[in-house]
């Protein structure tokens, strides 16, 4: 395949990724069944009695549960949430998902489920920095064994004891 070629299918490529990401990404909060943060924003007793699913950020442990902020995308706290029967292993500033029926008084009783996203706050960082690492020792990997033609617009196999230099 002729490097023209190569440069239309890399365009007509990147077009499509492109349109699904917008399109996934205007149908996103439509498609969803469980209020987002500005939904609950716009009616907070609208989801009240309703099976949810929150997102949120926890801001206190308590003895029989936890208290934990749910956002909209502006990271503004739209609602604060106490779910009650909550024994899971998260710090204060971790972030939790939980699914459970929204009470009038804005608690989850007894959730249904309840999955620790970030242990603490640190988490984050962390699986951020790892997923940096792991993207540059699979590129470093590749580019040993491989090399970027530019003129061609191609990769091609290193010889042995081949180098860019």
């Known amino acids: 395949m002729d490097r023209s070629r190569r440069i239309v299918l890399l365009g007509v490529l990147l077009a499509l990724t492109l349109g699904l ?5 205007a149908t996103y909060d439509r498609n969803w069944p ?5 939904q609950l924003a716009e009616d907070p007793a609208g989801w009240d ?8 950020e926890v801001q206190e442990r308590t003895a029989d549960g936890l208290v934990m902020t749910v956002e909209d995308d502006s990271e503004t706290v739209v609602r604060t949430v106490t779910v009650r029967g909550a024994d899971v292993s ?3 500033g971790g972030v939790v998902q939980v699914y459970g029926r929204l009470s ?3 608690t989850v009783q007894r959730a249904d489920s309840i999955v620790v996203v970030n242990e603490s706050p640190s988490d984050g960082q962390y699986k951020l920095l790892t997923s940096l690492l792991g993207g540059m020792l699979a590129a470093g990997l590749f580019l040993r064994h491989w090399r970027i033609d530019p003129r061609e ?11 860019d230099g």
């Open 21 to 25: 990401c917008v399109h996934f990404g």
């Open 49 to 56: 009695g309703e099976r949810v699913l929150l997102f949120g």
């Open 104 to 106: 009038e008084r804005g």
């Open 153 to 163: 617009f191609a990769f091609r196999a290193r010889k042995r004891g081949e180098d």
């Open 34 to 38: 469980h209020p987002t943060g500005e």
């Open 90 to 92: 998260v710090q204060v």
